[in-house]
């Protein structure tokens, strides 16, 4: 549930607002991330005008409501102004006019006032609050960027995901989060994974402690976000389980019903998981470029087998 004291509070600051009536009113919660002006609204056309929106008055609509007389104002103010409204901003350092406010303060809808034009709030709003209505999900696990891939490493607790990813950040590659990432699920279409203020740039190495990565190893080797492209599982080798040899069969995983690839790789002493996971990392982007190491080898494997069969019926008939 997010409120207008919520967007009030992390980016009043950023959006310059200042509340001038309605402060009883920060409590409305924010149904829709988006923004509009009331555009014909003003006009006394309501059909199709959507009230659990924040209104954004600019300069064109306080020029107009200067023009109409006090009654017919307070008349078109009461129609656009609801019990649904979540807030009104006041763009360009407007003074509101005296009705607005009066209605705004009797009915607890807090009235902001901001320097920036309509259409720069517009966006800003839009954008922010988009942000904060992703879909989300925590999980547990670590997240690092290596050659410009994002991979989720996950697995079971103390099976290594740490210490390979502390190795990954010592040969240049960047950590995003350690331990706990949150996922975000962009445009309906990408995922992005963080990690919480508390413990950015932190990871935590049994028999060492707390270690800060961005101190260690410099600021280059850590980054705030980056888009989820592949997961990777970790876990211990089990000689009764089958691993995968050629790669033909490619896993997906979903997340917030959106398909990654994965996969499971098996830790034992003497395989270098450092390795392995820059070697999936390189992988994945020769797979986006549009090679594929294992199809080629069975394409190849095929036409091998084809050249094969043909000169064994040649000489079945020739003898």
Not at 69 to 94: D, N, Q, Y
Not at 161 to 183: F, P, T
Request: aromatic residues 6%; glycine residues 8%.
């Amino acid at each position: 549930m997010y409120l207008v004291q919520n967007l009030f509070e992390q980016h009043g600051k950023f959006l310059g607002l200042e509340l001038l009536v309605g402060a009883a009113g920060l409590s409305r919660r924010i149904y829709k991330p988006e923004v509009h002006r009331p555009g014909l609204g003003l006009t006394g056309y309501l059909k199709g005008y959507v009230a659990a929106r924040i209104l954004v008055i600019g300069k064109q609509e306080i020029e107009y409501l200067r023009e109409q007389p006090a009654k017919l104002r307070v008349e078109r103010l009461r129609s656009i102004l609801t019990s649904a409204t979540p807030a009104v901003i006041v763009a360009r350092g407007f003074r509101p006019p005296k009705e607005l406010i009066s209605l705004c303060e009797k009915n607890k809808i807090p009235l902001f006032k901001a320097n920036a034009t309509a259409t720069n709030l517009l966006s800003r709003i839009t954008f922010l609050l988009l942000e904060e209505f992703c879909p989300t999900v925590t999980l547990h696990g670590t997240l690092v960027e290596v050659f410009g891939v994002g991979v989720l490493i996950q697995g079971e607790s103390s099976v290594g995901k740490s210490e390979a990813a502390l190795g990954l950040i010592e040969r240049g590659h960047r950590l995003i989060s350690d331990d706990v990432v949150r996922v975000k699920k962009k445009e309906g279409s990408y995922l992005v994974g963080s990690g919480p203020e508390l413990t950015r740039h932190l990871m935590e190495i049994r028999g060492i402690g707390i270690i800060n990565v961005a101190h260690l190893y410099g600021a280059v080797c850590v980054r705030p976000d980056k888009g989820i492209d592949i997961v990777v599982k970790l876990e211990q080798w089990d000689d009764q389980h089958f691993y995968d040899r050629v790669g033909l069969d490619e896993k997906f995983i979903d997340i917030l019903e959106i398909s990654v690839p994965y996969h499971l790789l098996p830790v034992k002493p003497g395989r270098d998981v450092v390795l392995l996971l820059e070697t999936i990392g390189l992988n994945h982007r020769l797979k986006d470029m549009g090679y594929n190491s294992a199809k080629e080898f069975n394409a190849k494997l095929l036409e091998a087998l084809a050249r094969r069969q043909k000169k064994r019926i040649i000489r079945e008939t020739r003898a």
